[in-house]
């Protein structure tokens, strides 16, 4: 195996060991109130479950071997990371790694304190590492970005004239029969709960036949009820609760979360849209119609399966964008 992926073997085994770092996650949820001990340390377990042995033996088994060219200086990718989740950034940089580039990345303000904290880390296992954390942008050979439609705009009139990828926001959705098991249920309500909501592969939008037993629903979401403690989460459901009664919006509610049956794909934060359809075939043409707005898809022959959006793995690229053959492509 390359000396680069089993030094992302043991990363992966030193994030498991991150997830004890009290300080670590009190330094992140100060630094942004989003950021929960409880989800920084489930975003630690996800990426120390995607650089896992059986993973990245499979990577090279797919990938190869990334050759390095004798002589030449490597080229700089430029990394602009978001910051809605803790480590949301890490994948592009790891693609830059594994690709042999030197990586120039921005953190978001928002995922200041972990993600610059697991890159020390690399850093510390691969003295030859380029890795570099910088304040602007210049001199870059190629850029990788996450934005909204504004930011990607930005992003496009000053980086247009270099090879880039860039990703606007996304969505993810669940597609029920209403075969599933109570074990489906709870890694639905994973799916749509675990942080707060705010991720592109957070369920935002769940489909449902048209005799689907809503209750279903609320009782897996249960075990949840705790998210309406956090004064962000919390402000936004009373904010909603309180818009949707001046409106006169059909809507029902658990105490933490509000499902109303509602097209759009993205909810606000607090908010779960649905939508019941009358067979699979409609909601299939539905999703397909708007896939470039969807991440995944969450259910029983679908992409997803229940429980497990959270945890993508290190081939699961965010919008379908291959961004390691990307980097792999510059010359």
């Avoid at 978001?82 to 994948?91: K, Q």
């Avoid at 954390?133 to 009139?157: P, W």
Wanted: hydrophobic share 45%; glycine share 6%.
């Amino acid at each position: 195996m390359d000396t680069r992926l089993k030094n992302l073997e043991v990363l992966g085994k030193a994030l498991a060991e991150m997830v004890q770092d009290q300080e670590l996650l009190a330094q992140a949820r100060a630094k942004n109130a989003w950021f929960t001990p409880a989800f920084v340390q489930r975003s630690l377990e996800g990426w120390a479950h995607a650089l896992r042995p059986e993973a990245l033996a499979i990577w090279a088994t797919q990938r190869g071997t990334p050759p390095l060219v004798a002589g030449k200086t490597p080229l700089i990718v430029g990394v602009l990371c978001a910051g809605n989740l803790p480590l949301v950034g890490l994948h592009d940089i790891l693609m830059g790694y594994l690709a042999g580039l030197r990586v120039h990345y921005k953190p978001s303000s928002e995922d200041a304190v972990v993600l610059p904290a697991v890159v020390k880390k690399l850093l510390s296992l691969d003295a030859t590492a380029q890795l570099i954390q910088v304040e602007k942008m210049t001199q870059i050979d190629a850029l990788l970005a996450t934005g909204s439609d504004n930011t990607l705009r930005y992003f496009r009139h000053y980086f247009g004239h270099i090879p880039h990828v860039l990703r606007g926001s996304r969505t993810s959705v669940a597609v029920l029969t209403g075969q599933e098991t109570e074990e489906d249920m709870a890694g639905l309500s994973e799916d749509i709960f675990s942080y707060f909501g705010r991720g592109c592969r957070s369920v935002t939008h769940v489909f449902v036949p048209q005799d689907f037993d809503i209750q279903r629903l609320f009782a897996a979401w249960y075990g949840w009820g705790h998210l309406a403690e956090h004064a962000r989460y919390g402000s936004n459901y009373d904010y909603h609760r309180a818009l949707f009664m001046l409106n006169k919006e059909p809507f029902l509610e658990n105490n933490f979360a509000l499902l109303r049956e509602h097209a759009s794909l993205k909810p606000p934060v607090g908010v779960v849209h649905m939508t019941r359809y009358p067979t699979k075939e409609s909601v299939d043409t539905l999703l397909s119609a708007q896939k470039e707005a969807l991440q995944t898809i969450v259910g029983h022959g679908y992409a997803t399966a229940f429980g497990q959006s959270q945890w993508p793995e290190l081939w699961d690229f965010a919008d379908q964008m291959d961004t390691y053959a990307f980097l792999m492509s510059l010359d």
